[in-house]
């Protein structure tokens, strides 16, 4: 069975930092591609930043040059780095992949921006 745990969440002041991590279990991670999507309270989930099999990111323009989507599939782990926080980034961030038709998504963690 597939299986997304992320972590990494919390509370930061805005302009700080955060990793989020997700660890990929029951399937083979490196031929898949990643996202990392977030749902603001209120709002719908929106993606934030994918990467391929081959390592081909793309990003939301609300992040664009501030996270950083990454891969490490001896660790069968996905990443994000965000670097200068906003308000509006305060969410819960959720991992997801696709293993052929269908999606599975991680339990979420929450990260608040506020000072």
């Known amino acids: 069975q597939v299986q997304l745990v992320e972590s990494g969440g919390g509370l930061v002041q805005p302009g700080g930092s955060l990793r989020l991590s997700c660890v990929v279990s029951g399937t083979i991670f490196s031929i898949y591609a990643m996202g990392w999507h977030r749902q603001a309270p209120g709002k719908q989930r929106e993606l934030v930043a994918r990467?391929?099999?081959?390592?081909?990111?793309n990003y939301a323009d609300s992040v664009k040059g501030r996270f950083t989507i990454s891969r490490d599939n001896a660790k069968n782990t996905v990443y994000l780095q965000m670097n200068s926080l906003k308000a509006e980034g305060t969410a819960v961030y959720y991992c997801?992949?696709?293993?052929?038709?269908?999606?599975?998504w991680g339990q979420g963690t929450q990260v608040t921006v506020s000072s």
């Open positions: 997801k992949t696709a293993v052929g038709y269908v999606n599975y």
């Open positions: 990467i391929t099999s081959s390592g081909s990111t």
